[in-house]
C-alpha cells in the first residue's frame, strides 16, 4: 500500500477515487507544525536555526499519518505545487522522521489541476523534494518571526495602543496611509467645462470647447464662472461647421489569462468579492478538479490547454474570431517567477460549472482564458473638429465604432476609474456640415483627490512594486484590517488614527524597513534563494547584521523621547499651517499654551502645555485648526436635585460620558448613540439606572431595565433579555418585560429574534461524523460540532464558512481549552510568578503575523 498526503479532506477524497485500490489517502489539514510564539524559535547565533513545533490541533492527523506510514511501503507527498506546499510536505517528512515511521520510498508529485490525467501523470513522474524552495519558506518564515518578534515589542513599549508590526503588513499599511496623505493635502481647482448638445440626422452628440479667443482650451482653462458664462454665449452665438474629420482605426488585444492578483482585482471590480473570500472560492474550484492552481503569477497556458480553448472558440463563434497564431503572453509584474500555468478552466467544453458564488468566479476564470485565445477588437476613433467662421471658436466630439468585436464578443476587462467619452457614438459628418445645436452648457467641476485603494486597486499597486507574493496578498490585507489599523467604507481603505500612528513611528525609526524598494529587493533576494542562487542563511545574516542593532538603538529611547521626535515628525500634519501667520500650535481653549503630542496609556493624543490648569485635548489624526472632536474639558450640564452635586458631560477613551461629582466615588455612565440631544434630565435617567420595573408576577423578583456593555437590556434573576433602544430602558412596563424574558428564556438565551435554525450545516465531521453547524449566538455567529464551540472570525460571513475550515476552528478552540480536573492547582503560589512570561508569549504570538 502507497501512503499519499494531501492538505485538505476534499482533496484527498477526489485524489484516492482517480488512484483506486493501493492508495490510501490522507490530509493533513494544511501545515502541521510552525515556529512557537516565544523567544528563541529562530537562533540567529546557531546559523538561525529555528525551533519548529506540531500544531496541538493536528494530533490526530499527525497520528493517522503516522500509524500509516509504519505500514506503507511508499509515502508519496502530493500538497499543493508552490512555496508553501513544498514546505508543508517537508514538515510531514520531518515529523515522521522523527518519529521514526518515514518510509525508504519516499516521493514529492505536483500536478496543477486535480484531474484525473494530470494526477496520474504526476504519479508517473515523482521527485524529490526542492530544497531551495524548502529553503526559500524556511527564510521568509525566519524574516517574518524574527521582524515579528524584534519590532513589535519595541512598538508595544514606545508607542502605546500599537498592536503589532509586520515585514510586509506595514508596508502596505504604509500605502494607504501615504494615500491618505496625499488626499488631506490635495487642495480642489474649481474649473469650468462648456459643451454643445448637437443633433445631425436625428442622432444626438455632444461637443466640447477646445478653442475659446484664438487659445487653447485645456481642461482647467477656464476657472471661473464668469468666463464659463462668456464662452457660453458666444458658443451659442457661432454659426459652426465641420472643418475636420479625422478617423483612426484601433486595435485592442485580449488581456491574458488570470494570474493570482489579476483575479482578485477582477473579482473585486466585478464580483464585488474581498481578496479573501476570492482565494476561499477558487480554492474550492481547484480541489473539484474545475480550475488550475489558483497561486500563481504565470500568464502563460499549456500548450494542450491553448489548442483546447481554440477549438472552443471555433466551435462557439466562427473562424474569424480564432487568430493565425495561438497568442503567447509574458508576466509585466517585477518579481514574478512564472512558476506555474495561469489559472484557467481544466476543460474548456465546459462554460458553467458549481453553483453560487463558486460559479460566478468560474464563468469569470472561464471567460478571461477563453478570451485570451480569441482574436483582436477591431474598432475606429473618430475625432470631429468644429469652427465658427473667425477661427477663434473650436469645438470637439470623439466616438468610436467596434468593425469587429472579437475577443469583446466574450469578455471586457473591468477598469478602477471608468471613462467612456470616446466610446459614444457619431453620425455621419463630412467637411462643411453644420449640425443643429441643441443646446450649450456651462458646467461646474472640481479636481477630484487620488481615489482611496480598494482591494483590488491595492492588489494591483503591491504586485507593482514587488511587495509580496500571490499566496500572502489576501492575508496581508486581512492583517492590516484585523488589527484595525484601517477600515473599510464603500470598499474602499481608510487608514484609522492607530495605523497612521504606526506607519509615522516605523517611518521615522525604521524608514529603511517600510520604504518600498528595500522590501521588494527583499523579495528579489528571497525569489534567489527558491531559483538556488541565494543561500538563505546569508540573506538572513546580512538582513539581521542592520535590523538588530536598530531596534536596540530605538528601545534606548524612552517614551517621551520618541512621543517628542513623532511630534516634530507629524507636525505638517497635525497642526499644518493656517495660511494667516498665527501659531498652528496655539490652544484654542485658554489662548496661551501650545499643542503638542502626547502619549497615553491608549494611545497618543493632542493636549495643551498649560496643562493640567487647560485640560483642552484632541485626538490624534485631529487636522490642527478644526476643534470637531476636541475636549476643553468638562462640560456642566446643571445640578443634580437629589445630592446638590454638579452633573458634567465629558470625553474619555470609550467617547463621551455623563459624571455626578468628583473623584474615585463619582458616578458615570457612558452616552449612548441613540440619543440625539443630551440635556440634564436625561443625565439624571441616565445616571438613576438601572431602573426597577417592578417584581416579577410569578417569581416575586426585581425586573431591573439597564444598559450593559451589548445595549439596552432586561435582568431578572439571572436571566436577560435585549431591548432595543435607550427610550425602552426608561418605557418598558411589567407586562412588555414578562413577555420579553419569556422569549429570551425560549430562545436559550440568545437575542431576540435570533434564529433556531442553523445559519448554514456544514456536513459531517471527518473525526466521529457529527453534524458541523454554523448557529447564531449571543455574541455573534459560532461553529459547533455539538461538543465544541468557536467563535466566527470577525467579519467572517457565516455562509461562506467551508467545512475544513469549521473543522480547523473547532480544533484550535479544542486546544486552547482548559485541561479538566485540575482546579486544585489554582491555589498554588509558586507558579504565579511565571504568569507574566506566559502573558508576554500570548502578546507575541500577535506578532507573528506571516507578512
Same mark, same amino acid.
Given at each position: 500500500?502507497?501512503?499519499?498526503?494531501?492538505?485538505?479532506?476534499?482533496?484527498?477524497?477526489?485524489?484516492?477515487?482517480?488512484?483506486?485500490?493501493?492508495?490510501?489517502?490522507? $490530509?493533513?489539514?494544511? *501545515?502541521? =507544525?510552525?515556529?512557537?510564539?516565544?523567544?528563541?524559535?529562530?537562533?540567529?547565533?546557531?546559523?538561525?536555526?529555528?525551533?519548529?513545533?506540531?500544531?496541538?490541533?493536528?494530533?490526530?492527523?499527525?497520528?493517522?499519518? #503516522?500509524?500509516?506510514?509504519?505500514?506503507?511501503?511508499?509515502?508519496?507527498?502530493? #500538497?499543493?505545487?508552490?512555496?508553501?506546499?513544498?514546505?508543508?510536505?517537508? *514538515?510531514?517528512?520531518?515529523?515522521?522522521?522523527?518519529?521514526?515511521?518515514?518510509?525508504?520510498?519516499?516521493?514529492?508529485?505536483?500536478?496543477?489541476?486535480?484531474?484525473?490525467?494530470?494526477?496520474?501523470?504526476?504519479?508517473?513522474?515523482?521527485?524529490?523534494?526542492?530544497?531551495?524552495?524548502?529553503?526559500?519558506? /524556511?527564510?521568509?518564515?525566519?524574516?517574518?518571526?524574527?521582524?515579528?518578534? #524584534?519590532?513589535?515589542?519595541?512598538?508595544?513599549?514606545?508607542?502605546?495602543?500599537?498592536k503589532s508590526a509586520g515585514r510586509v503588513q506595514s508596508v502596505a499599511l504604509r500605502l494607504v496611509v501615504d494615500r491618505e496623505r496625499e488626499i488631506e493635502a490635495f487642495r480642489a481647482q474649481e474649473y469650468w467645462s462648456v459643451t454643445a448638445d448637437m443633433e445631425q440626422d436625428a442622432v444626438p452628440f455632444a461637443a466640447r470647447l477646445v478653442k475659446w479667443k484664438g487659445e487653447k482650451v485645456e481642461r482647467l482653462s477656464i476657472g471661473q464662472q464668469g468666463d464659463a458664462e462668456a464662452a457660453k454665449k458666444d458658443v451659442e452665438a457661432a454659426r459652426l461647421a465641420v472643418v475636420s474629420v479625422e478617423t483612426k482605426p484601433l486595435t485592442r488585444n485580449p488581456p491574458p489569462p488570470f494570474t493570482t492578483s489579476t483575479l482578485q482585482q477582477e473579482a473585486a471590480r466585478k464580483l464585488g468579492f474581498s481578496a479573501s473570500h476570492t482565494m476561499r472560492v477558487a480554492q474550492g474550484l481547484y480541489e473539484d478538479g474545475l480550475i488550475t492552481y489558483m497561486r500563481t503569477d504565470g500568464v502563460q497556458m499549456d500548450e494542450s490547454a491553448i489548442s483546447a480553448a481554440r477549438l472552443a472558440i471555433a466551435e462557439r463563434y466562427d473562424g474569424g474570431y480564432v487568430p493565425d497564431k495561438p497568442r503567447q503572453y509574458q508576466t509585466k509584474a517585477k518579481n514574478a517567477q512564472e512558476a506555474h500555468e495561469a489559472i484557467r478552466p481544466t476543460d474548456f467544453s465546459r462554460d458553467r460549472a458549481a453553483s453560487g458564488d463558486h460559479a460566478r468566479l468560474y464563468e469569470l476564470v472561464f471567460k478571461r482564458a477563453l478570451a485570451s485565445q480569441m482574436a483582436s477588437a477591431r474598432l475606429e476613433r473618430t475625432t470631429v473638429d468644429f469652427a465658427d467662421g473667425t477661427g477663434q471658436l473650436g469645438l470637439r466630439a470623439t466616438g468610436q465604432v467596434v468593425l469587429f468585436p472579437g475577443y469583446l464578443a466574450l469578455y471586457e476587462e473591468g477598469r478602477d476609474d471608468e471613462g467612456d467619452e470616446e466610446s459614444r457614438r457619431l453620425p455621419r459628418l463630412k467637411d462643411g456640415d453644420s449640425p443643429a445645436v441643441k443646446g450649450v452648457r456651462a458646467e461646474q467641476h472640481f479636481t477630484q483627490p487620488p481615489p482611496r485603494f480598494s482591494e483590488a486597486s491595492l492588489v494591483k499597486k503591491m504586485e507593482e512594486l514587488g511587495i509580496g507574493r500571490p499566496s500572502t496578498y489576501a492575508s496581508i490585507l486581512q492583517t492590516i484590517k484585523d488589527r484595525e489599523y484601517v477600515r473599510i467604507e464603500k470598499n474602499r481603505f481608510h487608514a484609522e488614527e492607530s495605523g497612521r500612528l504606526v506607519t509615522a513611528f516605523l517611518e521615522r525609526f525604521f524608514e529603511k524597513y517600510v520604504s518600498f524598494d528595500f522590501t521588494a529587493e527583499l523579495e528579489e533576494e528571497l525569489d534567489d534563494i527558491s531559483g538556488g542562487r541565494a543561500q538563505w542563511q546569508a540573506v538572513l545574516e546580512a538582513f539581521w547584521r542592520d535590523f538588530k542593532p536598530k531596534t536596540a538603538e530605538v528601545m534606548e529611547q524612552k517614551p517621551s523621547e520618541v512621543t517628542a521626535e513623532l511630534d516634530q515628525f507629524l507636525a505638517p500634519y497635525l497642526f499644518p499651517d493656517k495660511g494667516d501667520g498665527s501659531d498652528p500650535r496655539l490652544c484654542p481653549a485658554c489662548h496661551e499654551g501650545r499643542l503638542a503630542l502626547r502619549g497615553g496609556r491608549f494611545g497618543a493624543f493632542i493636549a495643551c502645555s498649560n496643562y493640567p490648569e487647560c485640560k483642552f485635548t484632541r485626538r490624534f489624526a485631529q487636522p490642527g485648526g478644526a476643534n470637531e472632536g476636541a475636549d476643553s474639558g468638562p462640560e456642566e450640564l446643571g445640578t443634580d436635585p437629589a445630592t446638590g452635586e454638579a452633573i458634567t458631560k465629558r470625553s474619555g477613551r470609550f467617547g463621551p460620558y455623563i459624571q455626578l461629582g468628583e473623584g474615585k466615588e463619582a458616578k458615570r455612565s457612558s452616552i449612548p448613540k441613540d440619543i440625539a440631544a443630551l440635556d440634564l434630565e436625561m443625565a439624571i435617567k441616565l445616571l438613576s439606572l438601572p431602573r426597577t420595573v417592578g417584581n416579577h408576577p410569578e417569581s416575586g423578583k426585581p425586573v431591573t431595565a439597564s444598559i450593559g456593555r451589548y445595549g439596552p437590556y432586561l435582568a431578572h434573576d439571572g436571566k436577560y433579555a435585549r431591548l432595543t433602544s435607550t427610550a425602552d430602558v426608561f418605557e418598558t412596563g411589567m407586562n412588555a418585560a414578562v413577555v420579553k424574558l419569556?422569549?429570551?428564556?425560549?430562545?436559550?438565551? =440568545?437575542?431576540?429574534?435570533?434564529?433556531?435554525?442553523?445559519?448554514?450545516?456544514?456536513?459531517? *465531521?471527518?473525526?466521529?461524523?457529527?453534524?458541523?453547524?454554523?448557529?447564531?449566538? =449571543?455574541?455573534?455567529?459560532?461553529?459547533?460540532?455539538?461538543?465544541?464551540? $468557536? #467563535?466566527?472570525?470577525?467579519? /467572517?460571513?457565516?455562509?461562506?464558512?467551508?467545512?475544513?475550515?469549521?473543522?480547523?476552528?473547532?480544533?484550535? =478552540?479544542?486546544?486552547?481549552?482548559?485541561?479538566?480536573?485540575?482546579?486544585?492547582?489554582?491555589?498554588? +503560589?509558586?507558579?504565579?510568578?511565571?504568569?507574566?512570561?506566559?502573558?508576554?508569549?500570548?502578546? +507575541?504570538?500577535?506578532?507573528?503575523?506571516?507578512?
Open positions: 500500500m502507497k501512503l499519499v498526503v494531501v492538505e485538505s479532506p476534499a482533496k484527498a477524497k477526489t485524489i484516492e477515487k482517480y488512484l483506486g485500490s493501493g492508495y490510501r489517502v490522507l $490530509a493533513s489539514y494544511g *501545515h502541521v =507544525r510552525d515556529l512557537p510564539a516565544k523567544d528563541g524559535s529562530v537562533n540567529p547565533d546557531e546559523g538561525f536555526a529555528m525551533e519548529w513545533e506540531a500544531y496541538a490541533d493536528k494530533a490526530r492527523q499527525l497520528k493517522a499519518i #503516522t500509524d500509516e506510514a509504519k505500514d506503507a511501503d511508499a509515502l508519496i507527498l502530493a #500538497t499543493d505545487p508552490d512555496r508553501e506546499g513544498e514546505a508543508i510536505s517537508w *514538515h510531514v517528512q520531518e515529523v515522521l522522521k522523527k518519529r521514526r515511521a518515514l518510509p525508504k520510498d519516499t516521493k514529492r508529485v505536483t500536478f496543477n489541476a486535480i484531474t484525473k490525467p494530470a494526477v496520474l501523470k504526476a504519479m508517473a513522474e515523482p521527485r524529490d523534494l526542492d530544497e531551495d524552495l524548502i529553503d526559500a519558506y /524556511r527564510a521568509r518564515r525566519a524574516l517574518d518571526y524574527l521582524v515579528g518578534f #524584534t519590532l513589535s515589542p519595541v512598538l508595544w513599549r514606545k508607542l502605546p495602543g500599537a419569556a422569549e429570551a428564556a425560549a430562545g436559550g438565551g =440568545r437575542r431576540t429574534g435570533a434564529s433556531r435554525e442553523p445559519l448554514a450545516v456544514l456536513g459531517a *465531521h471527518p473525526d466521529g461524523g457529527a453534524e458541523v453547524k454554523v448557529m447564531e449566538g =449571543r455574541f455573534g455567529p459560532y461553529v459547533t460540532d455539538g461538543t465544541t464551540n $468557536a #467563535t466566527l472570525p470577525k467579519g /467572517r460571513e457565516p455562509k461562506e464558512l467551508t467545512l475544513d475550515e469549521a473543522v480547523q476552528l473547532l480544533a484550535e =478552540r479544542a486546544a486552547k481549552a482548559p485541561a479538566k480536573g485540575k482546579k486544585k492547582a489554582a491555589p498554588k +503560589k509558586a507558579p504565579a510568578k511565571k504568569a507574566a512570561p506566559k502573558k508576554a508569549a500570548s502578546k +507575541k504570538a500577535a506578532a507573528t503575523t506571516g507578512e
